[in-house]
C-alpha cells in the first residue's frame, strides 16, 4: 500500500498582475522521487515556497501524513520534516563548511561533535567533503554538497530540491543522483524541481506539470517520451534550430596567451588563454559557472583590458581597445546578465539602443542623440526579434527574461557583427526564446559572423557549436570537434583532465 | 494591519505627486508646531506663504527677494543634479560656493580702481574656476585613490570656511575699513557690481544665468549623449561600463560642473546681493540646494519651481521672524521638514499600501 507524504489540495496563489499558482492538487507519496517539470516561470518556485513555508497560499490546503499542515516559517516547516536546497546558494565564503552549516541549525552542536556528524553522513551518501574547509575554496559542486548535508542532518521525510542539476558536470550529477536515490531507498520523499526532462526521465517516479501556474498532467516519466514532456511543458511543439554544416573560414579574432586578474575576492583569474575564431563558426565555451566565464568575456568585450598577452582581430592587435574601440570594427558582444550590466531595468528599450548601437547605427551626431533613429532601430529589434512589449518605451525591467533576452541579443545581431561574443545567451530564458535565440545565432553564423558562445549549457552548445571546449579554473581545454565529442569526454574537459591527459601521454 | 507591497514598475504619477503632498504635509505639521508655539496656525502658513507675494505692506520688498533667493539655489541645485543622477555625491557644494565668491572678489579686487567692463566678465570665469577648482579636489581623490566624495566634499566646506575667515581679516580685508573685517563693497565697484538687469525685480546677472542653465540642463539631459551616460551611470553602473563610458571621466564632468556652477553662485553673491567677503559671507545655499535638488526630483523645471518654493520659506520665515517673532532655527526646521516628508512619501513611487491582512 502506498502511503502519502504531503497532499496538496487547490493550493493558489496571486501576485499583483500575475497568477503564480491556480487551484494546483497532487501528491508525494512516501520514498518517491516526484519531478515538478515547467518552464521559467510556470510557478514551481512559488509552488515549493509555500511547501517551505516561504509564502502563504491564498487558498488551498496541505496535508502532511494525513494531518493539516500550515507552516508559517522555514523554521516551522524544518520542524515537521521538510528540507530543502535552493538553487541560489546561501553560504558565507570566508567561513569553513562546519560553521557554514551550524549556522543553518535551530540547535548547533559544538564545532566538533558536527565536524565529526558532517564527516559521517558524507561519507554514507557517498559526498566527500572536508568540514574544515572554507567555502569560497569550494567548487560550486562542493557547495552544493554543504546545503545537501545541511539538510540531511535534518533526517529530512521530504527533500525539495530546486534545479540542483544546473551548476554540475555531468560526473558530479552522476554522483548526485546515486545520493538522491540512495535516500529515497531509505524512504525519504523527494520533490526534484528541474526542466531538464532527461534527468527527470532517470530519476523520477512521477512528475507534475506546470504550465502557466497551472497544473497540466501528472504521469509517469519513464513511460512518457521527451517529447512528450517537453509538449507538456511548453503548450506547443519546439522546432529545433537546424544547423547548416559549412566550412569555416579565414581566422578573424586570435587570442594569444591571454591572462587576466579578476576584480572580484573570489573571481577566477584566467591563465595563458589562447584560441582562435574562424569565419563562419560557433566555438562554444562550457564549464561550470565561476570557472572563468564572466572574466573571459570582461578581457573579450573590453571592459576589462588583460594583462598579458594579446587578442588579434583580422591581424591587427587590439588589445588595449575599449568596448566602444572594439564595437567600431565589428567586434560585438552581449553580457550575462541582463538586467543592469545589458540594459539598464528603468531605462526604457529606445534608450537600451544607445549602450551599445550608438556608433554602428550612428545615433549621436555632435553629441546630440537622434532620439527618431533610436526609436526606430528598437522597433526593428522589437519587431524582427519578437519581443513582446506593449511599446519601445517601455522599460526593460518590465519585459519578462526571456522577452528582455530577446531584445539584447537582437540588438547586437541586427548590428551585423563580424564576431560576436556571447555569455549564456538562454540562461533563465523559456524554451521558446530560447530556441529562437539559438536559431539567430545559427543564422548569423551562417552570413559569415565568427561566435563564441560561453554557456552553462551543454545541450545548447552541443546543439550549436562547431567546436567545443571548457573553462575549468581559469585555463582553457583543448578545442575539439563538437561532433566527434561524447558526454563523458565533456564532463572530463569541464573537470579539468587536461591535467590527465598530459600525465597519461 | 497595512502593508507594503513593492510596485511591479516605479509610479510615474507618484514620482510627480510626491513632493506636492510634502509641501501640504509640511504646512499641516508646520502648523501645528507653531500652534505648540502658542501662534494661530493658519495666520503663521499665511505669513509664510502667502504674504510675501500679496500683502500690500511687504511684497514691493519681498517679490524681488524671491529671485535673488531663489536664483543662487537654483544654479547650484542644477550643478548637482547631474552628479546626484550619476550616484555622484557632492555634498560640499557649500565650500565651492565659498571659494567661488573669494575667486571672483580676489579678481575684482585686484583690478581696483580700474574701471572696464571687462572686469565683470573676468569675475565670472574666476568664480567658475574657483568652484571648479574645489570640485576636483574631491573627484581627484576618488578617481585615484577611490576615497568618498562625500566625506570629502563635506569636510572641505570646512576648510573653505577657514580660508574665507582668514581672507575677510587679512589678504581681502579693506584697506579703508577702519579695521573691521570684510573686504570692500564689490556694489560701489561699478565695474564689478553685479547689478540688476531690470531694476525692482530682484533679476541679476546670477538670476539670469540661473535660468539659462535650467534651460542648458533640460538639453543636456534629454538631448546630448553626454546627459544620457550620466543617468545611465546611475541607473546601471556596469552597463554604463559596458557601453563604454569612462567611470573617471563621468566623476570629473559632474564634479567639475556642480563645483563651477555653485562657484558662479558665490561670485553673483558676493559682486550682487551681498556685496563684500565677510566671515558670515555664505549662508546655507550650498546645503539647501541639496533639498531643492530633491524636491525637484533631480529635473531641471522641477528645479526651478522647488527653488522658488524653498526661497519663498526663507522670505516667509523672515517675515515670521517679524511678525510674529518665532525663532530662526524654526524656518530652517521647515526646510528639514520638507526634505524629510518628500523622502517619507517617496515611498508610494515603489510601494503601494494595501489595507488588511495578507
Known amino acids: 500500500m502506498i502511503k502519502k507524504l504531503l497532499k496538496l489540495d487547490g493550493i493558489s496563489k496571486s501576485y499583483p498582475g500575475v497568477i503564480a499558482n491556480s487551484n494546483i492538487s497532487f501528491d508525494i507519496n512516501v520514498g518517491e522521487v516526484h519531478a515538478l517539470l515547467g518552464e521559467n516561470g510556470a510557478g514551481k518556485s512559488t509552488l515549493v515556497k509555500i511547501i517551505y513555508g516561504l509564502v502563504k497560499p491564498d487558498s488551498g490546503n496541505l496535508l502532511l501524513n494525513g494531518a493539516p499542515f500550515k507552516p508559517g516559517t522555514p523554521s516551522e516547516a524544518r520542524k515537521a520534516g521538510i528540507a530543502m536546497v535552493f538553487q541560489h546558494f546561501s553560504l558565507f565564503e570566508a567561513l569553513s563548511v562546519a560553521e557554514n552549516i551550524s549556522l543553518g541549525m535551530d540547535n548547533p552542536p559544538n564545532q566538533k561533535d558536527l565536524g565529526e556528524k558532517i564527516t559521517s553522513v558524507s561519507e554514507s551518501y557517498g559526498l566527500p567533503l572536508d568540514p574544515a574547509k572554507t567555502v569560497g575554496a569550494l567548487s560550486v559542486g562542493e557547495r552544493q554538497r554543504v546545503e545537501i548535508i545541511r539538510c540531511l542532518l535534518q533526517n529530512p521525510k521530504l527533500l525539495v530540491m530546486d534545479e540542483p542539476t544546473s551548476v554540475l558536470t555531468p560526473q558530479e550529477v552522476d554522483i548526485l543522483f546515486k545520493t538522491l536515490l540512495k535516500l529515497k531507498s531509505e524512504g525519504t520523499s523527494i520533490l526534484y524541481i ?138 560585438l558582444s552581449a553580457p550575462e546578465e541582463r538586467l543592469g550590466h545589458a540594459a539598464a531595468p528603468n531605462m526604457s528599450l529606445i534608450e537600451n539602443i544607445l549602450i551599445t548601437a550608438e556608433q554602428s547605427q550612428d545615433l549621436v551626431s555632435n553629441g546630440f542623440i537622434d532620439w527618431k533613429k533610436s526609436k526606430e532601430f528598437a522597433e526593428k529589434v522589437i519587431k524582427e526579434f519578437d519581443v513582446r512589449t506593449p511599446s519601445s518605451k517601455n522599460t526593460a525591467g518590465s519585459l519578462s527574461g526571456g522577452n528582455l533576452q530577446k531584445f539584447v541579443i537582437g540588438r547586437e545581431i541586427l548590428q551585423n557583427p563580424t564576431v560576436f561574443i556571447v555569455n549564456q545567451p538562454t540562461w533563465g530564458v523559456d524554451a521558446a526564446a530560447a530556441s529562437s535565440i539559438r536559431q539567430a545565432l545559427l543564422t548569423l553564423s551562417e552570413s559569415g559572423a565568427a561566435i563564441l558562445v560561453i554557456s552553462q549549457d551543454l545541450d545548447e552548445l552541443l546543439e550549436i557549436s562547431d567546436r567545443f571546449a571548457a573553462l575549468n579554473e581559469g585555463t582553457l581545454s583543448q578545442i575539439k570537434k563538437t561532433a566527434d565529442l561524447s558526454f563523458e569526454q565533456i564532463g572530463l574537459m569541464m573537470g579539468g583532465a587536461k591535467d590527465l591527459e598530459a600525465r597519461n601521454v | 494591519m497595512f502593508k507594503l507591497e513593492k510596485r511591479p514598475q516605479q509610479s510615474q504619477k507618484w514620482i510627480y505627486l510626491s513632493p506636492f503632498l510634502a509641501v501640504v504635509i509640511t504646512m499641516i505639521s508646520g502648523g501645528i508646531l507653531f500652534a505648540i508655539l502658542g501662534e494661530n496656525p493658519f495666520e503663521a502658513i499665511r505669513i509664510i506663504f502667502w504674504d510675501p507675494l500679496f500683502d500690500p505692506n511687504f511684497a514691493s520688498y519681498s517679490r524681488p527677494q524671491l529671485l535673488v533667493k531663489a536664483g543662487p539655489l537654483i544654479l547650484i541645485a542644477i550643478g548637482l543634479s547631474f552628479g546626484f543622477k550619476a550616484g555622484v555625491w557632492n555634498i560640499g557644494a557649500e565650500g565651492q560656493y565659498i571659494m567661488g565668491a573669494i575667486f ?83 556694489q560701489k565697484y561699478e565695474s564689478a557690481a553685479n547689478v540688476e538687469i531690470i531694476s525692482n525685480s530682484g533679476m541679476h546677472w546670477g538670476v ?37 563610458v569612462n567611470p573617471t571621466a563621468n566623476i570629473v564632468f559632474c564634479l567639475g560642473i556642480s563645483g563651477a556652477l555653485a562657484g558662479l553662485a558665490g561670485m553673483f553673491e558676493v559682486a550682487g546681493p551681498s556685496g563684500q567677503i565677510t566671515i558670515e559671507f555664505n549662508s546655507g545655499y550650498g546645503f539647501t540646494a541639496i533639498i531643492v535638488a530633491f524636491l525637484g526630483r533631480l529635473h531641471p523645471i522641477g528645479i526651478l519651481l522647488s527653488g522658488l518654493l524653498i526661497a519663498l520659506t526663507y522670505i516667509g520665515g523672515e517675515l515670521a521672524q517679524l511678525m510674529l517673532g518665532l525663532p530662526g532655527a524654526s524656518i530652517q526646521l521647515f526646510q528639514g521638514m520638507l526634505l524629510f516628508f518628500l523622502l517619507a512619501t517617496d515611498l508610494f513611487a515603489n510601494y503601494r499600501v494595501k489595507i488588511g491582512t495578507n
Open chain 2, 208 to 244: 539670469l544665468f540661473a535660468f539659462i542653465t535650467v534651460i542648458f540642463s533640460y538639453i543636456v539631459l534629454t538631448r546630448h549623449i553626454q546627459g544620457f551616460n550620466i543617468q545611465l551611470t546611475g541607473e546601471a553602473p556596469r552597463a554604463a561600463k559596458f557601453s563604454g
Open chain 2, 104 to 186: 571672483g572678489a580676489s579678481l575684482a579686487l585686484a583690478f581696483y580702481p580700474m574701471e572696464s567692463k571687462l572686469i565683470f566678465p573676468l569675475m565670472i570665469i574666476a568664480g567658475a574656476l574657483g568652484g571648479f577648482l574645489w570640485g576636483m579636489i574631491p573627484a581627484f581623490l576618488k578617481a585615484k585613490l577611490n576615497t568618498n566624495e562625500i566625506l570629502v566634499s563635506l569636510m572641505l566646506v570646512y576648510v573653505a570656511e577657514s580660508i574665507l575667515a582668514s581672507v575677510s581679516q587679512g589678504l581681502l580685508k579693506n584697506p579703508d575699513g577702519y579695521g573691521f573685517p570684510g573686504s570692500r563693497n564689490l
Open chain 1, 194 to 331: 528541474s526542466h531538464k526532462l532527461e534527468e527527470i526521465r532517470k530519476l523520477c517516479d512521477t512528475a507534475t506539470i506546470l504550465r502557466l501556474g497551472k497544473k497540466v498532467d501528472t504521469c509517469t516519466p519513464k513511460n512518457t517520451s521527451t517529447k512528450k514532456l517537453a509538449e507538456m511543458m511548453v503548450g506547443s511543439s519546439i522546432k529545433a534550430p537546424k544547423k547548416l554544416n559549412k566550412p569555416a573560414g579565414r581566422i578573424l579574432l586570435k587570442i594569444e596567451n591571454v591572462c587576466s586578474l579578476s576584480k572580484s575576492q573570489f573571481g577566477t583569474p584566467l591563465t595563458n588563454i589562447e584560441f582562435d575564431l574562424k569565419q563562419g563558426e560557433i566555438l562554444g565555451i562550457g564549464g561550470v559557472a565561476g570557472n572563468g566565464q564572466d572574466e573571459l568575456f570582461a578581457v573579450l568585450s573590453g571592459e576589462q583590458i588583460s594583462q598579458k598577452g594579446s587578442i588579434s582581430f583580422n591581424e591587427s592587435n587590439i588589445t588595449k581597445f575599449t568596448p566602444n574601440q572594439r564595437r567600431e570594427i565589428g567586434l
